[in-house]
Structure formats: C-alpha cells, structure tokens
C-alpha cells in the first residue's frame, strides 16, 4: 500500500537487486515512483522489476557499474525516459576484507573506495545535474551507523561511510536553494545477502546483541526511512544524517 507520494517521477536505485536496495526499490514503486533498478548482476535486477510488476507498479532494470562514468550517464538516461528523474538513492556497496589496518590490502582498499565512495560521487554528479534540470529532487545516500563510529576490522568500509556524510553535507549546501535535498541513512546491521556472505551465524548472533533491541533489522525497516525522505513528506529535511539502527548507537 503506498504510503509516501512519490508519483510523477523516476527513482533511480543503485545496488537496487539485492537486500536494502531491493527493499527500497519495492517500497518507492508501490508508492508511485517508476523505478530504475541499478545492479551489476543482470539477473538480480530484472527478478526485482518483475516482483516490483507483478504487484502493480512501474520499474525498468539498468546493469551497470557505479564506478563507471558512461554508465551512470546511461543509467540517469534510462530513468528520464520513464519520467523526471526526482529521486535518487545511491545504494550500492560493497564491505571489503576484513583485516586490521597493518594488514589491509591495497587491491580491497582501493576497491571498495571506488564502489562506495566514488560510485556515489559520480552518481551525485549527473542525477544532481537532472535534477536542477526538473527544479529539484532528494538524493538518498546509503551510509551506515559505521558512518559514525568504527568496527575493527573494517577501516575501507567505515572510511567510505564517514566520508559519504561529508559529502551529503556539502551537495546539500550547495544545491538547497534549487531545490535538490540530499541526505544520508545510517542502518545498523540489517539481515541482507551483504551480512550471509560475511559472517557466521555466530558473528550475527554477537552483532545482533550490539542492539538495543536485540536483533538484526530487515531491508523494509530501511526502506520505509529511505521513501520517507525521498517523498514530499520531507521537503524541510537536508544535509542530515538518519539512523535506523535498533539502538545500536545509543550506548
Ligand atoms: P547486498 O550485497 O545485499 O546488495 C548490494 C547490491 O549492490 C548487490 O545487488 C550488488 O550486486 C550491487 N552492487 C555491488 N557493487 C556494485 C557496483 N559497483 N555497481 C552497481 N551495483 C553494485 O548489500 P546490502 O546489505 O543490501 O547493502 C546495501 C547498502 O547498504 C550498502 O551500501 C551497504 O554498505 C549498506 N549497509 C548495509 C548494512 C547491512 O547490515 N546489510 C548496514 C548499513 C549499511
């Protein structure tokens, strides 16, 4: 059931064929939005646009890579083609290896800078350009409550998600006035194929208690703040950072 308006426009999703990034894009189709789900994995993306169908709503499938700057430039096309590009959630990411600082591989730091860090950079970038274009628009970036404090073991990923902050910040300054909100989202852990294929169940069971409320979140907790900020229920909100994280920041 639709819950925030979000009609009349496009929302691109990037990462938008798995965990989070499927969640949300399900939760802005059914609230209006015609939907570009953005992945590398082909399959993953049309499975989400034919879920996101088969309930009623509108959404393409885009394959592509964030870190790539002709394919954003297509994927920011594919989506105009649908309707005025009014929104953007910049989700795609990756963790990295998981070793101390001392340890930390040049090849995992590298890449995991450039998938979530500077793919969001370059995403910004021409989707903030459509949007000045249409007289405005919320980005919606995927930062995490590691965007606030660190987790050993993880320097590439907590560095990429600190720094997504400072650059919400700054596009929020600069592009307020024309009417693009840009904003940032802090999960804490969320039950997705990113946590299966990293973590034991141990490992969850022991992250799980870091809570508050004692457990993991789901991809639709996450999702319902990333619509809600998108939609026009939140005209006055930019440049902020959100945590939906069960608490886990709280102590
Ligand atoms: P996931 O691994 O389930 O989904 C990520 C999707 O992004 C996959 O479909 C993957 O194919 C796609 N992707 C990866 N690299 C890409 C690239 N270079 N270009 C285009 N697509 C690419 O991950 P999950 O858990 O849904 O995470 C989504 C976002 O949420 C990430 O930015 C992650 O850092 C963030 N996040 C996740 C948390 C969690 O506990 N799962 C907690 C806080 C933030």
Redesign the pocket.
């Known amino acids: 059931m639709p819950v925030y308006d979000v009609s009349n426009r496009s929302a691109i999703v ?9 969640a949300v894009a399900q939760v802005l189709a059914a609230s209006g939005a015609s939907v570009l789900v ?4 082909e399959t ?1 993306a049309s499975a989400v646009v034919e879920e996101i169908t088969a309930a009623g709503g509108t959404a393409a499938a885009f394959v ?4 790539d700057p002709a394919a954003i430039e297509r994927m920011v096309a594919a989506a105009e083609a649908m309707a005025p590009l009014r929104i953007a959630v910049n ?5 990295g290896e998981s070793k101390p600082v001392g340890e930390y591989s040049d090849e995992s730091w590298r890449r995991v800078i450039e ?2 860090l500077n ?1 969001v950079f370059l995403g910004m970038r021409a989707q903030i350009n459509a949007m000045v274009a249409h007289g405005g628009g919320a980005i919606v970036n ?5 965007g606030a404090v660190g987790i050993p073991n993880s320097s590439a ?1 907590v560095t990429t ?1 600190h720094a997504l902050l400072g650059l919400t910040q700054n596009a929020a300054l600069e592009y307020g006035e024309q009417g693009v909100r840009v904003t940032a989202v ?10 299966d ?1 990293n973590l034991s169940d141990d490992a969850k069971a022991a992250l799980a208690a870091k809570h508050a409320m004692n457990r ?1 979140g789901t ?1 639709d907790e996450v999702a319902h703040l990333v619509a809600f900020l998108a939609s026009d229920a939140a005209t006055f909100i930019t440049g902020s950072y959100h945590l939906v994280d069960g608490g886990y920041a709280a102590q």
């Open positions: 990037t990462g938008g064929g798995s965990g989070i990034g499927r953005a992945d590398v994995v993953a592509g890579d964030v870190t989700n795609a990411g990756i963790g998938v979530n793919g995927m930062a995490s409550v590691l990923y998600k802090g999960p804490g852990f969320i039950s997705t194929p990113l946590l294929r993991l991809p």
